[in-house]
């Protein structure tokens, strides 16, 4: 019984923290809308790295392939219109993506560092249109 006590309490140091989706509030301060197509990532206890590849849907559709390195890992999108809001950090070379744990209001961020590519992966048949402005979340 000992042994299994401690088992467990091994196991439960090492649980990884439940990926997080897109968050859901308009935000006027991250005008670029990114889809991720791909997103693996590994590690724990709040230090995740990872790749993938993804289509920068505004203002212009083009597609590019990052890596990160964040507190949590973050889901692809799963749903042809869902996206990721974004703001430029360093023109064509890093995106800011906004992430919202499942269950939360909470909002987070993830620098991407990306390497553009000349076409989207994805096929649109509608991209989406620039962001509206909102009130921006502190």
């Avoid at 693996?40 to 597609?63: C, E, M, V, W």
């Avoid at 996206?83 to 360093?90: G, H, L, P, T, V």
């Amino acid at each position: 019984m000992k042994s299994t006590v401690l088992f467990l309490a091994m196991f439960a140091q090492f649980y990884p923290t439940p990926p997080s989706d897109p968050a859901t509030v308009p935000n006027a301060n991250y005008p670029v809308h990114v889809h991720i197509i791909i997103a693996k990532a590994s590690g724990g206890q709040g230090d995740y790295h990872g790749f993938g590849r993804g289509d920068i849907l505004n203002p212009t559709l083009q597609g590019f392939d990052y890596t990160f390195s964040c507190g949590q890992p973050f889901n692809n999108n799963r749903l042809p219109n869902e996206f990721y809001q974004a703001r430029w950090k360093k023109n064509n070379e890093k995106l800011e993506i906004l992430l919202q744990p499942i269950g939360s209001n909470h909002i987070n961020r993830c620098e991407l560092n990306v390497a553009l590519k000349a076409r989207p992966y994805g096929h649109y048949t509608n991209p989406l249109p620039p962001a509206q402005p909102t009130t921006p979340i502190p």
